[in-house]
């Protein structure tokens, strides 16, 4: 089968890697004129590994390994709540990695075939009759296809034009970084969310002396960025606890990123004849959760699944949704709801450490369809 794939982040990398596995011919058409290299560091939880390790892509190097996911106060550093994530690691049998996210893009681009990945091509919207799709491009001809998959972003130009599903703000925003900071966090196996009335401030060591730090405030989506980005941030977070202090210090705006939060209902369906929707574009969703990337490498693996499986693109594109909808949507609730960025410490303060890390580690087969796919696992009880 001839598939054209809209988008070369994570999610459109990896299913055009599994596609190619699995002997389809495969383009990936993506908007900029390199891969990107933006987006700071993300998360791999173990249903991220879990679809890593499926693809082939090794991962033992990327970040740092994650064991535990502090919860502090901010006003005076004390300590709200420990997950102990490694117990969901042990479970399932993958890790917890934070990584720079450059270093995820590269390794799911690496031994793509030649040609597959073609730069400087912006989607602007697909055609389709009952023998093929037709991608139609702001730069070049249109391409023909056997399936097209949306994997453009929160701002997919497929999605507007087929599905209609826009998103809307969430009424937050971040404010992030991957720098050298030494702090404590930067050489631990511990990531620390800690938590204001002001926002919240997250701390994830990334490997080789990187950390990967944000700062999440209400936002409005039209309000213009403030002339200094560190300013704003020492204003409303200056006085809060180490190493709230020293990350402050270090920080620089050249290398500060900004994005504002965005949440999209989960749909029933994600495919439109011969075009279907993945990653963010069928799910967009704050960052809250950690999950976003975690959920496109779901979807990428839970797609080429479905085809395999079935042998037929109709059939396949119904299991791929069959497999994947109710997990993604419970995440976009969750993520929506900006649940972790909603300052609550004395409940926090009174959820006993063991009884979150249960639920976090049950959370995780939940929200995954690899996970619940591994023979002789069992439901954490």
């Known amino acids: 089968m001839r598939v054209v794939v809209i988008g070369a982040g994570v999610g459109g990398l990896a299913v055009a890697r599994a596609l190619i596995a699995d002997g389809h011919e495969v383009e990936c058409y993506e908007r900029a004129d390199s891969l990107r290299t933006s987006g700071a560091a993300f998360t791999l939880w173990s249903n991220g590994t879990a679809v890593l390790h499926a693809l082939g892509v090794p991962y033992d190097d990327l970040g740092a390994p994650i064991d535990v996911l502090g919860f502090d106060r901010g006003s005076d550093g004390r300590k709200l709540m420990d997950v102990d994530v490694a117990r969901a690691a042990a479970r399932y049998g993958h890790p917890h990695r934070s990584t720079p996210r450059r270093d995820v893009i590269a390794r799911l681009a690496d031994g793509l075939p030649p040609g597959t990945l073609r730069f400087g091509r912006r989607a602007v919207g697909v055609d389709q009759d009952p023998s ?222 063991a009884l979150i890390t249960r639920f976090y580690t049950r959370w995780l087969r939940m929200v995954s369809t690899i996970l619940n796919e591994q023979p002789g696992e069992q439901a954490d009880r």
């Open 132 to 353: 093929a799709a037709e991608v139609r491009f702001a730069e070049g001809p249109a391409v023909r296809a056997d399936l097209v998959i949306a994997a453009d972003g929160q701002r997919s130009a497929i999605r507007d034009a087929v599905f209609g599903d826009p998103t809307e703000p969430a009424g937050w925003g971040t404010w992030q970084a991957l720098t050298p900071v030494d702090v404590e966090t930067t050489r631990s196996r511990r990531g620390v969310m800690i938590l204001g009335r002001e926002g919240t401030c997250g701390l994830l060591p990334a490997g080789n002396g990187l950390l990967q730090w944000w700062f999440d405030r209400r936002w409005d989506a039209d309000a213009p960025q403030p002339s200094s980005v560190t300013a704003m941030l020492k204003e409303h977070f200056g006085h809060w606890a180490s190493p709230v202090v020293e990350l402050l210090a270090a920080a620089d705006d050249t290398q500060i990123e900004f994005f504002a939060h965005r949440r999209q209902k989960v749909t029933s369906g994600w495919s439109r004849g011969r075009v279907v929707l993945l990653g963010d574009a069928a799910h967009t969703m704050p960052p809250t959760v950690a999950q976003g990337a975690n959920q496109a490498l779901e979807d990428a693996w839970a797609l080429a699944r479905g085809l395999r499986v079935t042998g037929d693109l109709r059939a396949g594109l119904a299991e791929y949704e069959r497999s994947r909808i109710k997990g993604a949507r419970l995440t976009a609730r969750v993520a929506g709801s900006e649940m972790t960025d909603r300052y609550r410490p004395l409940s926090t303060l009174l959820t006993p450490d």
